[in-house]
């Protein structure tokens, strides 16, 4: 297990006694691969931010070794990986496998994009909590991040 931030969630008070805070959660936004269409990931990090969460965009074309370096470096609670490529299955995987190998399985990982209904047993069997495909409720999304990050300390 890797570490994590040191005292995330206190504060201290006006006279020194800690208290426990709110500490929003930290979410990665990445473009993984050779896919340049932003538009619905910038819609995402936009919703995310609205709803009072911590987010980095990675920006498009990354490897899946930079969003995980990024993503430990930054000490995020999840990973969001946006693809419409079609070469999901590929990335996604590699993404999973590396943070594995980093230790940082405790990251949550979800994805969304133009994945067929079929490959999204695979992709949750290699350890990806939800898959979002076009059309999916804003609601429904923030609902089911919120759910999966409400037990990560």
Not at 53 to 66: L, S
Not at 89 to 116: S, Y
């Amino acid at each position: 297990m890797r570490p994590r931030r040191s005292n995330p969630g206190r504060q201290e008070r006006a006279g020194g006694d800690p208290v426990n805070a709110k500490i929003p959660k930290r979410i990665l936004i990445g473009k993984v691969g050779l896919d340049g269409h932003d538009r619905g990931a910038k819609f995402i990090v936009r919703a995310l931010r609205n709803a009072g969460y911590e987010v980095i965009y990675t920006g498009i074309r990354r490897t899946p070794e930079q969003i995980v370096r990024t993503a430990v470096d930054e000490d995020v609670d999840a990973i969001g990986l946006s693809l419409l490529s079609g070469a999901h299955n590929e990335l996604f995987a590699r993404v999973a496998g590396l943070l594995q190998k980093e230790g940082a399985r405790d990251i949550v990982l979800f994805g969304g994009g133009t994945i067929p209904q079929r490959d999204i047993a695979h992709l949750e069997s290699l350890g990806f909590s939800r898959v979002f495909t076009p059309g999916t409720p804003l609601s429904e999304i923030l609902t089911a991040l919120e759910e999966e990050l409400a037990d990560k300390k």
